[in-house]
């Protein structure tokens, strides 16, 4: 089955920093545009950023733009989504998902569980 | 405030239809970029349920439909079921190719 599972999140103080991990199995994942979205407590889905399949192109939303870093390692199987400056609104569940059809537009056809990070003092 | 609008909530009885609407601009939907839509069980992730406006992935019942047209999206259901009540975000993309959720609609089945 194909699979996306993250792991990294936690408890950080405001200010600090966090990586999280997304490892996927079972499908060619060098082929694929990858993405992390989002979701704080309560509240709707929110897109964070998107990488190409060879990491020469990433997208993110304003709020994170300077503090967070998507990046990918295609032998490992892996995308990772390098968090510094946390604040508090940036506490959320955040989910690793896959873009369909290595296209960049596309929808995100593959989800991971999720990972919670919670910023507080 | 998302930049897609979504109602907050809609509602119908079983075997009902209803619709959701996602509300864009020339920015966005308008633009020509695809919507694809979501749904969210309480306490799961989301699952992809629609995509390319119209098209079903493999294993959704026929029961869900989308449409496009002009700066809007629809997402339908037809002979709701209890097991569809969750929540349903629709997702485009701008022309900074920055992705875009609805604010998102539960849907409660009377």
């Known amino acids: 089955e194909v699979q996306l599972v993250e792991s990294g999140g936690g408890l950080v103080q405001p200010g600090g920093s966090l990586r999280l991990s997304c490892a996927a199995s079972?499908?060619?994942?060098?082929?694929?545009?990858m993405s992390w979205v989002r979701q704080a407590p309560g509240k709707g889905l929110e897109w964070v950023a998107n990488i190409k399949q060879d990491g020469s192109e990433k997208y993110y939303v304003d709020s994170v733009k300077g503090r967070f870093t998507i990046s990918r390692d295609n032998a490992k199987n892996s995308l990772y989504l390098q968090m510094n400056s946390l604040r508090a609104e940036d506490t959320a569940v955040y989910y690793c998902?896959?873009?369909?059809?290595?296209?960049?537009?596309?929808?995100?056809?593959?989800w991971g569980q999720g990972t919670k990070v919670t910023v507080s003092s | 405030q998302s930049v897609l609008t979504q109602p907050p909530s809609v509602s119908g009885a079983p075997g009902q239809r209803v619709t959701i609407s996602c509300t864009g601009s020339?920015?966005?939907?308008?633009?020509?970029?695809?919507v694809h839509w979501y749904q969210q069980l309480p306490g799961t992730a989301p699952k992809l349920l629609i995509y390319?406006?119209?098209n079903r992935p493999s294993g959704v019942p026929d029961r869900f439909s989308g449409s496009k047209s002009g700066t809007s999206a629809s997402l339908a259901i037809t002979g709701l079921q209890a097991e569809d009540e969750a929540d349903y975000y629709c997702q485009s993309y701008d022309s900074s190719l920055s992705g875009l959720f609805g604010g998102g609609t539960k849907l409660t089945v009377l």
């Open positions: 079972r499908f060619t994942f060098s082929s694929y545009w």
């Open positions: 998902g896959r873009i369909r059809d290595g296209y960049n537009l596309d929808a995100f056809d593959i």
């Open positions: 390319g406006n119209s």
């Open positions: 020339s920015s966005n939907i308008g633009a020509g970029y695809d």
